[in-house]
C-alpha cells in the first residue's frame, strides 16, 4: 500500500536535490568541476549529467513523475558507482556529505519509483 502524501514528499525531497546539483553543474561550482575533472569528463560530461538531472526534477514534478524516478534512479546509481569505483566515499573533504546526498535522493526515487510503477510507460501497463 503506497501512501501519497509520502510519494509527493518524496518527489519534492528529490527534485529539489536534483535541482541544486544541476544548479551547482550548469554554473561549474569548484566541487563539481573537481568531480568531473577527476573523471575525464568535464566540462561535456557534467553538462550532460546536470540536464539530465534537470530532467529527472522536471518529470518528478510533473505527472510523469513515474518516468522522472526510472531516469533520476539511473543517474543516481551511476553516481554512486563512480564514488564507489573512481573517487571515494570523501571528495573534497567533504567528509561523505556527496554521497549521503546521493543515497537520500536514490532512496526517494526508489519509492516513487515502487509507488507509482504502474505509471511507467511500457512497463506499468503489464504489472
Known amino acids: 500500500m503506497?501512501?501519497?502524501r509520502l510519494?509527493?514528499?518524496?518527489?519534492?525531497?528529490?527534485?529539489?536535490?536534483?535541482?541544486?546539483?544541476a544548479t551547482m553543474k550548469f554554473m561549474g561550482d569548484p566541487g563539481s568541476v573537481a568531480v568531473f575533472t577527476r573523471l575525464d569528463m568535464d566540462p561535456?560530461?557534467?553538462?550532460?549529467?546536470?540536464?539530465?538531472?534537470l530532467t529527472a526534477a522536471i518529470l518528478l514534478l510533473s505527472p510523469l513523475a513515474a518516468l522522472g524516478s526510472v531516469v533520476a534512479t539511473?543517474?543516481?546509481?551511476?553516481?554512486?558507482?563512480?564514488?564507489v569505483t573512481q573517487l571515494g566515499l570523501v571528495t573534497n573533504d567533504d567528509g561523505g556529505r556527496l554521497v549521503g546526498l546521493l543515497v537520500i535522493v536514490l532512496?526517494?526515487?526508489?519509492y516513487v519509483l515502487v509507488s507509482r510503477r504502474k505509471e511507467i510507460p511500457f512497463v506499468g501497463s503489464t504489472l
Open 2 to 4: 503506497t501512501h501519497p
Open 107 to 110: 532512496v526517494c526515487v526508489s
Open 7 to 21: 510519494t509527493h514528499a518524496a518527489q519534492g525531497i528529490a527534485a529539489v536535490l536534483l535541482l541544486m546539483a
Open 74 to 83: 539511473g543517474v543516481m546509481c551511476g553516481a554512486i558507482i563512480a564514488h
Open 44 to 53: 561535456g560530461g557534467r553538462y550532460l549529467i546536470a540536464v539530465i538531472e
